[in-house]
């Protein structure tokens, strides 16, 4: 298997512009997470979805930040109008079941940088 | 709640000898403990897992952690450090129950550097 796939790996856009990050999950898996990973404040759930339906966005900072996943291998994380303080890693992860002591596998990362 | 508490930030030892990353977690329900690691510029990897059966949990590349309920502690370890062991790392709490059940809740990681 290829494992979760992340694209762009990196993206530097300017304040205001639209950006859509792009997640392809394992194949089978039945959970999708969105994390972001900065300096100050680490690791942190933003949203997941189970069966492409959103289950918990209470992580998600605020209106400018959305995410779908309109089928089973595919999930989109658009932030409009970017700023410079969403500068950070955001990680994309998959999960196959619904225990919690199943492992979540993670994407490469997307590293963005807004000026 | 859950939450994590990874109680050095930075790590730093010679080639050849013992690694130690301390992790304490808080839990509600009985939790199921992870250690991933995370290279420069990549994503994150599981090491090991824990999932309420050994105690001592062996992972990949030499690591292990042993459960301690009674010190509510994960603390990873290694016998003999390389240097591509040089890496950040994460002590992770998954919960077993309540609001916050499968979610995974991230220490602040240890960064281990490792001298030749």
């Known amino acids: 298997d290829a494992g979760v796939i992340q694209s762009p790996r990196h993206e530097v856009t300017e304040m205001g512009q639209e950006v859509t990050l792009r997640c392809k999950p394992i194949s089978g898996h039945d959970y999708l997470f969105w994390y972001r990973q900065t300096m100050m404040r680490g690791l942190e759930l933003l949203i997941y979805?189970?069966?492409?339906?959103?289950?918990?966005d209470s992580g998600m900072p605020e209106d400018r930040f959305s995410a779908k996943m309109p089928n089973a291998s595919f999930s989109t994380l658009k932030i409009q109008p970017s700023e410079p303080r969403d500068s950070a890693v955001y990680f994309c992860a998959s999960r196959y079941r619904d225990t919690f002591t199943d492992t979540q596998y993670f994407g490469p990362g997307t590293r963005l940088t807004v000026l | 709640a859950q939450s994590v508490t990874q109680l050095d930030s930075h790590v730093s030892v010679s080639e050849g000898t013992p690694v130690l990353l301390r992790c304490n977690y808080s839990?509600?329900?009985?939790?199921?403990l992870f250690w991933y690691v995370q290279h420069p510029n990549k994503g994150l990897q599981l090491l090991l897992k824990?999932?309420?059966?050994?105690?001592l949990v062996k992972g990949i590349n030499g690591f292990e952690a042993e459960f301690k309920k009674s010190e509510t502690s994960f603390h990873l370890t290694k016998p003999s450090a390389h240097m591509s062991d040089a890496a950040e790392y994460f002590c992770?709490?998954?919960?077993?129950?309540?609001?916050?059940?499968?979610?995974?809740?991230f220490g602040q990681g240890t960064i281990l550097t490792v001298h030749p």
């Open positions: 839990s509600s329900y009985s939790p199921s």
């Open positions: 992770v709490v998954s919960e077993a129950g309540g609001t916050s059940y499968g979610k995974l809740t």
């Open positions: 824990y999932t309420s059966a050994a105690t």
């Open positions: 979805f189970n069966n492409n339906v959103p289950i918990d």
